[in-house]
C-alpha cells in the first residue's frame, strides 16, 4: 500500500529496487513505447502541413484542407502527449517509491549502527548519504528509465523513419552524434571524480556547519569567532569550488554535445535540397525533405541528451557507491518486554579496548533484586566504561549472567528487555516533556516527575508536562534533563538498571529525596549506581571501588576501614558538600 513500510530483499543490489517496481515499470512501458513510437507522427505532420501550404500557394489546394490536416494533427498528438502524461506520471512514483526505501534502508542501518562504528563517520558526511546521495542516486535512476524510452525508444523510431525516407542520407547525417557518445565515455572518469570530492566537500561543509551551530556560545565566550569564521569559510570555499566543477563537467558540455549531434544538417541541407531537386540519391517533395529535417533535429536533439545521461548516471554510481555499505536490511524489531526480576551474577569479567590495557579486570560480585550496587573511584577510572559493558557495546571477557543467561548470549530484543541504561548524555527526544518520559507508551508520567523532584518545576513551565524540550533538550538545563533521563529509565524499568551519575546536578537534599523514591521504584530490580558522590553510599548494599585497574567489592564500613582512598574521597565530600571527585 502506499507509504506502507517494506521488507526489503537484497537491499544493497540496484536491481532489487527495479524489480521491486515491476508493476509500476510495465506501466511506463506501455506508455513509454506508445508516447515515443507516437512522437514520429509530429514530425511527418510538420512535413504534410508545409507540403498542404505550398499547395495551397501554388492553388492546388483551399484553406479547408489545411484546416482539416491541422485538427487530425492536433487530435494525434493529444492521443500522444496523453501517453506521455501517463509515463511521466508512473516514472515520477517510481522514483519516490525507490526514494523511501533507499531511505528507510539506510536509517533503519543507521539506527542498528553500533555506536564506535557510528563514531568512524562524520555527522556531515552521514547528513550528506542520507539525504544527497540517495537523492541523486533515485535521480540518476529515475533518469535512466525515463531516457530508455525518451531516448532510446524514440531515437530508434526516428532511425527507421529516417532510412525509410533516404537510407544513404540517412547513415552520412548519422555519423556525428556517435562521436558526442565518444567524447562522454572519454569524460566518464573526470565526472565521477569531481562528483566524488564534490560530494565528500558537502559532507566536510555540513561537518562544519553543524560545529559552529551546537559550539556558538563557546566560540563567543572565548572569542574565537572570527577563527572559526575563518574556517567556515575554507570549507564553504572549497565547497563552491568542488561543486562548480561537478556540475561544469556534468552540464557545461551539453551545448558541446548538440554541435556535434547537430553537425549532420549540412549533409541534409545540401544532400537533401538535391532530392526535392530530382537530382539526388531519392525523389522527394517539400514534405518529405521537412519530415527528413525535422525528424534528424529531434533525433540530434535526442542524442546529445543521451550524452548527458551518461554523465547523470556516473553521478549516480558515485552516490550509490558511498550509501551501498551502509544499504543493509536490519531483522525486524520485536516488541521488547521487560524481563522478570532476576539476580545478577558477574564472574572475572574483564575489559580492554582494541590494542589498549585493561580497563579493569577480575570483577567479581553478585546482587538479587532490590539491591542497589555503588561503583565509584579517581576519574577515569572506568566507572561508565564498566557500565557501558553491560549494553554490549564491546565485546567482554569473563562472564554476566543475568537470571541465569549469559548477557553476551542474549539477543538485542532480549537484552533490551534485561537491562536499562541512563549514561552522561540525556539523549532526550525532540518531542514533550510526557513523550520523552512514556516513549510512547501508556502511563502516568508525572508519577515519575515526582520521582525525580521535578514536578514543581514541569508545573511551572509554559505547557507543563506537555512542553517541548527543544533539539536533545535543550531549552532545559542540564540537571533537568539529567532529571527526565532518571524519570524515563525509571518508567521503563528492567530487571538490571545502569544508572551513570544520575545525581550530578541536584543538591543534596534532593539526592536523599530521590534515592528513597529510587529504592521504591526499583525494588524489583538491581541498581548499578555509577556515581562520584559518595554521601548515599553508607546506605547502599555493596560499593566497588575502581583504580587502576584493580576492582575492590565490598561494603562503605569495610572501605573506611580498609581503603585510604575511598576514606578521604568520603570524609572531603563530608566536609564540602559532597561534590567533590577523585
Known amino acids: 500500500m502506499e507509504g506502507e513500510s517494506r521488507r526489503i530483499e537484497k537491499p544493497e543490489r540496484i536491481a532489487t529496487y527495479f524489480h521491486m517496481e515491476k508493476w509500476t515499470l510495465a506501466v511506463i512501458t506501455v506508455a513509454g513505447i506508445f508516447y515515443n513510437v507516437g512522437m514520429t507522427a509530429g514530425p511527418w505532420f510538420e512535413g504534410q502541413l508545409a507540403q498542404r501550404l505550398c499547395d495551397i500557394i501554388l492553388g492546388k489546394k483551399v ?41 528507510q534502508v539506510l536509517y533503519r542501518s543507521l539506527v542498528h549502527k553500533k555506536k564506535e562504528e557510528l563514531e568512524k563517520e562524520s555527522a556531515g558526511a552521514m547528513m550528506t548519504r542520507a539525504i544527497s546521495d540517495v537523492d541523486v542516486c533515485v ?41 558526442a557518445y565518444f567524447i562522454a565515455e572519454k569524460l566518464k572518469k ?18 562544519a ?17 572570527e577563527n572559526r569564521n575563518a574556517d567556515y569559510e575554507i570549507c564553504l570555499a572549497d565547497y563552491e569550488k568542488k561543486a562548480v566543477s561537478a556540475n561544469i563537467w556534468e552540464n557545461a558540455m551539453q551545448p558541446l ?31 518529405a525533405f521537412t519530415t527528413f529535417l525535422s525528424c534528424f533535429t529531434k533525433l540530434a536533439a535526442k542524442s546529445s541528451k543521451a550524452a548527458k545521461l551518461f554523465n547523470s548516471v556516473q553521478k549516480a554510481q558515485v552516490s550509490w557507491k558511498r550509501i551501498q555499505p551502509f544499504m543493509q536490511e536490519e531483522e525486524p524489531e520485536q516488541d521488547i518486554t521487560a524481563g522478570k526480576p532476576a539476580s545478577l551474577v558477574v564472574s ?27 561503583v565509584t573511584g579517581p576519574v577515569a577510572c572506568g566507572k561508565s566504561t564498566l557500565g557501558r559493558v553491560f549494553l554490549q557495546e564491546s565485546a567482554y571477557q569473563g562472564s554476566i549472567r543475568i537470571g541465569g543467561r549469559e548477557l553476551a548470549g542474549m539477543t538485542q530484543e532480549e537484552l533490551s528487555g534485561m537491562v536499562g541504561y541512563m549514561g552522561h548524555q540525556p539523549e532526550l527526544i525532540s518531542a514533550d516533556i510526557e513523550e520523552n518520559i512514556l516513549l510512547g507508551d501508556e502511563g502516568n508520567a508525572l508519577k515519575y516527575l515526582r520521582a525525580v523532584r521535578m514536578e514543581e518545576e514541569t508545573a511551572k513551565m509554559p505547557d507543563g508536562i506537555h512542553t517541548l524540550v527543544g533539539n536533545g533538550g535543550v531549552r532545559l538545563s542540564g540537571g533537568q534533563q539529567a532529571r527526565i533521563a532518571l524519570a524515563r529509565t525509571l518508567c521503563h524499568r528492567k530487571p538490571v538498571m ?7 546536578a541536584v543538591d543534596t537534599e534532593t539526592e536523599k529525596e530521590i534515592m528513597k523514591n529510587l529504592r521504591e521504584l526499583a525494588r524489583d530490580s538491581v541498581v548499578l549506581l555509577l556515581t562520584h558522590r559518595l554521601a548515599l553510599f553508607p546506605e547502599l548494599n555493596q560499593v566497588l ?7 575492590t567489592v565490598s561494603c562503605h564500613e569495610e572501605l573506611m576501614r580498609t581503603n585510604a582512598d575511598y576514606a578521604d574521597l568520603y570524609r572531603m565530600q563530608e566536609k564540602g558538600g559532597g561534590h567533590h571527585e577523585a
Open 63 to 103: 484553406f479547408a484542407d489545411m484546416v482539416g490536416l491541422a485538427l487530425l494533427y492536433v487530435a494525434v498528438i493529444l492521443v500522444v502527449q496523453t501517453m506521455r502524461y501517463m509515463k511521466r506520471l508512473f516514472v515520477r512514483r517510481f522514483a519516490n517509491h525507490i526514494n523511501r526505501d533507499m531511505k
Open 139 to 179: 535521480e540518476g535512476m529515475r533518469k535512466f528509465t525515463t531516457e530508455i524510452f525518451d531516448t532510446g525508444v524514440v531515437m530508434a523510431a526516428y532511425l527507421v523513419m529516417l532510412f525509410i525516407y533516404d537510407w544513404r542520407l540517412t547513415l552520412l547525417s548519422m555519423c556525428f552524434p556517435p562521436a
Open 190 to 207: 573526470t565526472v565521477s571524480r569531481c562528483a566524488a570530492a564534490g560530494k565528500e566537500s558537502a559532507g566536510r561543509l555540513n561537518e
Open 209 to 225: 556547519t553543524l560545529d559552529r551551530v551546537e559550539n556558538a556560545l563557546t566560540y563567543r565566550v572565548y572569542g574565537q569567532d
Open 257 to 287: 554535445y548538440q554541435i556535434i549531434s547537430m553537425m549532420g544538417a549540412v549533409f541534409i541541407l545540401w544532400f537533401g535540397g538535391k532530392n526535392v531537386l530530382g537530382s539526388g540519391w531519392t525523389a522527394w517533395d517539400i514534405a
Open 348 to 374: 572475572g569479567l574483564s575489559f580492554s579496548y582494541q590494542g589498549g590495557p585493561p580497563v579493569f579486570q577480575e570483577v567479581s560480585f553478585s546482587a538479587g533484586p532490590g539491591e542497589i550496587i555503588g
Open 498 to 504: 545502569i544508572l551513570d551519575d544520575p545525581f550530578s
Open 545 to 551: 571501588w575502581m583504580s587502576d585497574g584493580r576492582v
